[in-house]
């Protein structure tokens, strides 16, 4: 017989209840923001104002790993004002669709780098400059790997899904063995014996111009 305010709903045995309370996740489930990927091990998702202690900490803490190859500040800058300056480069880039620029942060909120899209360029062609970098403890665990592949995959997607890019462009200095490595590993390759002077981080250095394209793409 049905009790007062058993509304009638039948219970479901108690090992039922018991399968279903473990299945349960171990903390509240993450919303990303709009516009992040989500792979394995990565979130691919903008910079934001909350980032500021985690970002500014890990450029502190590698700032000599990365002026060798990925050097970040312009010539004065603190590291407070490069956050300040690459989170405006990020709201800028999506308002504008001129770049695509993510945070590559773990499950557990870990930041570990980034993977950008810049000079998105629509004309006779679709294409885009990609950079990234990773700080030192990242360094050699298939991270950029994982979080290449996931941007390649979206600049190739067609649109308005994806960003319907026909060429990805990479500048890797000639001394940067493991990106160039990383470069070939998804698909990348020289676009011509000419290289090229870039500006990062204040100065001008000679860099080597690799190309992607859907069709040499590796996602796997």
Do not use: Y
Request: aromatic share 6%.
């Amino acid at each position: 017989m049905t009790q007062p305010g058993d509304l009638g709903v039948a219970k479901p045995p108690v090992g039922v209840r018991e399968t279903i309370a473990e299945l349960k996740p171990m903390r509240p489930l993450e919303v990303l923001p709009p516009g992040s990927l989500r792979t394995a091990r990565l979130h691919l998702r903008p910079l934001c104002a909350g980032d500021r202690g985690a970002f500014v900490r890990a450029i502190r803490e590698n700032r000599d790993h990365l002026d060798r190859f990925s050097a970040l500040h312009m010539p004065g800058e603190n590291d407070d004002e490069l956050f300040d300056r690459q989170l405006g480069l990020t709201v800028e880039g999506d308002l504008t669709g001129r770049a695509w620029r993510r945070m590559l942060v773990t499950e557990e909120g870990v930041l570990l780098g980034a993977c950008n899209l810049n000079a998105i360029r629509r004309g006779l062609a679709f294409e885009g400059d990609v950079n990234w970098w990773l700080v030192a403890e990242a360094q050699g665990r298939g991270f950029a790997t994982e979080a290449l592949r996931a941007l390649l995959t979206h600049a190739f997607g067609d649109l308005p899904e994806g960003l319907g890019l026909h060429r990805v462009l990479a500048g890797i200095q000639a001394e940067n063995e493991a990106s160039r490595r990383l470069a070939t590993r998804v698909g990348f390759r020289p676009a011509g014996p000419e290289r090229t002077f870039l500006h990062a981080g204040g100065k001008w250095d000679l860099h080597e111009m690799w190309e992607a394209f859907p069709d040499t793409f590796r996602p796997e």
